[in-house]
Structure formats: C-alpha cells, structure tokens
C-alpha cells in the first residue's frame, strides 16, 4: 500500500501520535476482519444449506480479503514504527505479489457477485440455467487465475532500493531500505492507469449500474398481497442496501487509486512548489486510502453475510455445534424455500393463504438459492414476479 510510490526521498518517522493511531486503527481492522471472514467461511463450509452459487462467491471474496490482511496489515504497522524495510526482497516481491493479487480477487469476486445477483433478481429462469454450483466454481477459480495474471505486471516491479541520505554538501550521512517499486518510471506509470481503469472505473461502472436495474426491478415488482406499507418498507431497505454496497465500494477503492495516480502526476511536476504540496498531500492520502483499502476487508463480511438473517441464522447454528457438541439437542434452523414461506404464521396471528406467499420481511436474493424453489407451483409471471421480491436482510 503505502509503500507503492516511486519517489525516493527520506521519509523519517512520523510523530508518536499519528503512528499509535494508525496501528490502533489498523489492529481493530485486523481483528474485526480476521474474526468476520474466519466466520463467514466456517459458516459457509459447515452449513450445506449455505452452499449455494452465491456462498460460493463469497466464501471467494472472505479467503481474499483474509489473505489481504494477514500478507498485508503486519507489515504495514512494522513500517509505522521502522520506515527501514529488514524483510530483504524475496518478501518485499511476495507480500507485493500477494497485495496485487488478492485486491484483484476481491473487485473481480464482488463484480461477479453482482452480475450473479443482477442474473437472478431480473433474469430468474436464465438463472436457474446459468447459476449452477458447479459453475460458480468454475468462475471462482477463473477469477483467481485471472487475478494472479494481471498482478505480475506490477509484482514484478517490486523491491528492496536503498536509499542515501545526504548533507547539503553532498555527503552521505545515512542509509535505510525501501520496499518499493523500483522498475522503469514509464512501465510504474502505465501499471497504474491500467490498474485503475481495469480494477476500478470499470467495475465500479458495473456495479452501479446492475443495482440501478435491480433497484428499478424491485420498485416495479407487486406480485405479493401483503399490508400497504410492508412492501414499501421492505423495499427501500433493500434500495439502501444496495446503496450502501456501490458506495461502499467506491469509498473504500477510490482514495487507493487517487494515491496511486497522485505519485504518479506528482513525481512527474516540474514545479517544485508544486510537488511540495502535492506530496503533502499523497503523504495525508496515503494514511486515508491504508486505512480504507484495508476497511473494506471488515465491511465485506457486514454487506453481504451479517446483515442476512441466513447467515446470522447459520452462525448461530454453527457456534452451538462448536461450543455445545455434548447437547444431543437441536436447534431447528429456519428453512428459506418457497414452501416454508407458504406456511409462515405472522406476527399477528395471521395465517397467510396457502395460495399466496407471505414473506416476514423482503430481502435481496444475496444468499437465496434457486434450488429453493419448486418450479411447478408457480406459472412464469408469479416465478419471476416472486424472485424481484426475495431478500435475505
């Protein structure tokens, strides 16, 4: 992260207060996301009701963001207290090669994500066709194949550069070790743009879009007879969910690539008053993007499992079985197929007709399978009118 920028001054330490807040702030992000993406895949392996093609992607998204910090977050506070790097260059080219690789894994798995998502939402038979689990696991390994690929351009410009500080008469009067990228200027540059088009413009291009036509197909969709306001309500919910996934998305990737491209434009100024504040402000945006870059490995798990009832529902099933193996005991989970729906009594004591179905809340279809819904008992219009309205908020 921090030391991706091609310029080569001497950047002593910074002050106590500033690197105690950054490690306190990076240790919270470390815990947090260890502990939701360890959980989020012990759910998804233990669970088979939880294999499903969405799980699959992301079971996917969890292993990279995981990989992500424990090859990355170490290190980085290391460099906090040390801005000499003593890990010599087979791990400065490893842990680069790592950081590429799994932040590629993540924006191609939520991207594919969400055109599964979009697929099964507004195009429900193509899914039941397209989205098959066999699939899924033929795209999650494609997207960690293409994923190592495109990081090599970049991993292999990584490495140890040892840098001489000197006086004003030219004479060298110390010394420190950089991880960095030491490879040609031009070939730093261009990795960077298509770094950013490839792995940010265009997803993010994508996933806007996609949730703009899920959100239009959820406001179009009113096959379910429900009270007036439930289907509003439950609606909007998922309209600010999706909400929150792009912006999340984008505030958590733009700061990463703004410091990119801002090392690149700002190394190349010709003013020097200019790169003066120009690095002032790559160095500011430099701490912001490292704290967001990494936060999104702990909001990943918060958008697309914990806010499901499924998976808390799964989580909780999970943690009896680690921690009450000697209670003989089940606890029944709740079934989220079509069927079970049918016969869910509300909260008032309304028992919904056998005919229609009733639905607690509205929610996405993140974490819904197909393979919950018994074709024959609906005609195409109520499938495909039924699929807008899933959720599993």
């Known amino acids: 992260m921090g030391s991706s920028t091609p310029w080569q001054e001497e950047q002593p330490r910074d002050p106590v207060?500033?690197?105690?807040?950054?490690?306190?702030?990076?240790?919270?992000?470390?815990?947090?996301?260890?502990?939701?993406?360890?959980?989020?895949?012990?759910?998804?392996?233990?669970?088979?009701?939880?294999?499903?093609?969405?799980?699959?992607?992301?079971?996917?998204?969890?292993?990279?963001?995981?990989?992500?910090?424990?090859?990355?977050?170490?290190p980085e506070m290391y460099m906090?207290?040390?801005?000499?790097?003593?890990?010599?260059?087979?791990?400065?080219?490893?842990?680069?090669?790592?950081?590429e690789t799994c932040a590629n894994a993540t924006v191609l798995t939520i991207t594919a994500f969400t055109i599964e998502r979009y697929i099964a939402i507004c195009h429900p038979f193509l899914s039941h066709s397209v989205s098959k689990l066999s699939r899924a696991v033929k795209f999650v390994i494609l997207i960690w194949i293409f994923a190592?690929?495109?990081?090599?351009?970049?991993?292999?410009?990584?490495?140890?550069?040892?840098?001489?500080?000197?006086?004003?008469?030219?004479?060298?009067?110390?010394?420190?070790?950089?991880?960095?990228?030491?490879?040609?200027?031009?070939?730093?540059?261009?990795?960077?743009?298509?770094?950013?088009?490839?792995?940010?413009?265009?997803?993010?291009?994508?996933?806007t879009c996609l949730y703009v036509l899920i959100g239009l197909k959820l406001r179009k969709s009113k096959a379910i007879k429900r009270p007036a306001l439930e289907p509003l309500r439950g609606q909007n919910h998922v309209i600010r969910l999706l909400v929150a996934v792009v912006v999340a998305f984008f505030i958590c990737w733009a700061p990463f690539h703004a410091q990119r491209l801002l090392a690149v434009y700002a190394y190349n100024s010709a003013s020097s008053n200019y790169s003066t504040v120009l690095l002032t402000t790559y160095k500011v945006l430099t701490y912001i993007s490292g704290i967001l870059y990494y936060l999104s490995t702990t909001v990943n798990p918060l958008l697309y499992n914990i806010m499901s009832n499924k998976f808390r529902d799964a989580f909780k099933n999970t943690q009896q079985q680690l921690c009450c193996r000697k209670d003989k005991v089940s606890v029944p989970t709740r079934t989220y197929s079509v069927l079970s729906r049918m016969h869910h009594i509300s909260m008032d004591g309304h028992v919904p007709e056998p005919n229609r179905l009733q639905l607690a809340r509205p929610a996405t279809i993140s974490n819904s399978s197909l393979q919950d819904i018994e074709e024959e008992e609906y005609n195409g219009s109520e499938l495909a009118q039924y699929m807008g309205q899933l959720n599993t908020s």
């Not at 010394?175 to 743009?193: D, I, L, N, P, Q």
Request: with cysteine; hydrophobic share 50%.
């Open 17 to 74: 207060y500033v690197v105690t807040t950054m490690t306190v702030v990076y240790s919270l992000i470390f815990l947090t996301g260890v502990i939701g993406n360890v959980s989020t895949c012990i759910v998804i392996v233990r669970n088979k009701h939880m294999h499903t093609t969405t799980n699959y992607y992301l079971f996917s998204l969890a292993v990279s963001d995981l990989l992500l910090l424990v090859s990355g977050l170490p």
């Open 80 to 99: 906090l207290w040390s801005k000499s790097y003593v890990f010599g260059e087979a791990f400065c080219v490893l842990t680069g090669f790592m950081a």
């Open 148 to 207: 190592l690929i495109l990081a090599i351009p970049q991993a292999i410009q990584f490495g140890v550069v040892n840098n001489v500080n000197t006086d004003r008469n030219g004479t060298a009067i110390s010394s420190y070790a950089e991880c960095t990228m030491k490879g040609k200027k031009a070939w730093v540059e261009h990795a960077f743009r298509i770094s950013t088009c490839v792995f940010f413009i265009f997803p993010m291009t994508v996933i």
